[in-house]
Nanobody
């Protein structure tokens, strides 16, 4: 079955950087759309970025120019490079996978357990 395991979260000061990873298994990685989402308590889950099997990407306006989504098909791993972090980026970050029309607002059926990112001012 599809398994997604995130890592790389942590605490950082505003202006700093983090790189999240998501190790995927149980399916043909390169054939799926992959996405990153985030959620804070009391708020709805928010799409952050997506990447399709052909490498095309989409980003939420709030992170465009600061975050970069990428993937290594040979390692079945998804990444999210986060630069110029702001306190409002604080959230639990989740990776997701599915065969879907690939954009950051799409419906994804498979989810990881999440990794916490905390940005202090």
């Amino acid at each position: 079955q599809v398994q997604l395991v995130e890592s790389g979260g942590g605490s950082v000061q505003a202006g700093g950087s983090l790189r999240l990873s998501c190790a995927a298994s149980g399916y043909t990685y390169s054939s799926y759309c992959m996405g990153w989402f985030r959620q804070t308590p009391g708020k709805e889950r928010e799409g952050v970025a997506s990447i399709d099997s052909d490498g095309s990407t989409s980003y939420a306006y709030s992170v465009k120019g600061r975050f970069t989504i990428s993937q290594d098909n040979a390692k079945n791993t998804l990444y999210l490079q986060m630069n110029s972090l702001k306190p409002e980026d604080t959230a639990m970050y989740y990776c997701a996978a599915d065969r879907t029309i690939c954009w950051y607002g799409a419906f994804f059926g498979y989810w990881g357990q999440g990794t916490q990112v905390t940005v202090s001012s």
